[in-house]
């Protein structure tokens, strides 16, 4: 069992989704990260959609039992029983009354934590995914004081384990531009040689619904007339106020502002 002290900023459990419910109007949901949500569960042999623990950091918690664990995420480090630190992106050993904290990080968002042999926890319409605007999933949502179980069927090797961050610094931690692939209906030249042209950064408005961008306006589209139609993680809507936003896991199934395209799949992960 484990006990969160500090449960962190949006920690949730997380598997790969829901599938096959948008035409119900579900969200997918599901982790943000998901090169690093299956690399959690493979540093500990568990299988591949095994739900983690997602966070922005700030975590503190304290093992009732002992455990091997995983944190994946940014290149930063963790610390047990604030003498030991580790690298992030490998696993350990806990031992009964330890205590981990994984701090807030420069280098990057969103981390995981797994277990071996994963969490006891239930399926809420098919998948152990919080979903943040809604209240259906919140018992997968971590609180301060949660006691949480862990599975029997674990391994409890003593080995510690560092993966290596070559992958990271080469396609994730680089300066390299984010990729869009453009709706076959966005055929302007000019706004395409614009846009591309064009310096976002990040706001303070984000959640797992999507991400707002800030930087100048872009110029287009300001009179917008669409039809609802599909959307899902990684859409790049164009408001009227011409700041683009990124739309993520939790956000709606139909949009109705401009869809200029989308972020490719595997650059997720990067955003």
């Not at 963790?78 to 994984?102: A, E, H, P, W």
């Not at 209240?135 to 290596?164: E, P």
């Not at 064009?198 to 589209?221: A, T, Y």
């Not at 164009?238 to 939790?250: A, C, E, T």
Request: charged share 25%.
């Amino acid at each position: 069992m484990i006990k969160f002290l500090n449960s962190g900023i949006l920690s949730s459990f997380q598997d790969k989704g829901r599938l096959r419910k948008k035409k119900f109007g579900v969200s997918k949901s599901g982790c943000l990260d998901p090169f690093s949500f299956e690399l959690a569960n493979k540093l500990l042999g568990n299988y591949h959609n095994e739900p983690c623990i997602e966070t922005l950091g700030g975590v503190s918690c304290v093992f009732l039992e002992e455990s091997i664990v995983s944190i994946t995420g940014p290149l930063e480090i963790f610390s047990v029983n604030d003498n030991y630190i580790y690298q992030t992106n490998s696993s350990i050993k806990i031992n009964s009354g330890d205590r981990l904290d994984i701090p807030l990080s420069n280098k990057g968002n969103i981390f995981y934590i797994s277990v071996s042999g994963g969490f006891k926890i239930n399926k809420i319409m098919d998948s152990y995914s919080y979903h943040q605007p809604s209240t259906i999933t919140n018992d997968l949502k971590i609180s301060n004081g949660d006691l949480i179980k862990l599975n029997r069927n674990r391994n409890l090797g003593n080995d510690l384990f560092i993966s290596d961050n070559t992958f990271f610094e080469n396609k994730i931690f680089n300066d390299k531009k984010i990729k869009i692939i453009y709706n076959e209906d966005i055929n302007i030249k000019e706004f395409k040689k614009k846009f591309e042209k064009k310096e976002f950064i990040i706001s303070d408005q984000i959640s797992r619904q999507g991400i707002r961008l800030k930087g100048e306006p872009i110029d287009f589209f300001k009179d917008q007339n669409e039809i609802s139609s599909e959307v899902s993680a990684g859409t790049v809507q164009l408001p009227p106020d011409g700041l683009p936003i990124i739309l993520l896991n939790d956000s709606q199934t139909t949009g109705g502002y401009k869809k200029i395209g989308s972020i490719p799949r595997f650059q997720l992960s990067k955003i």
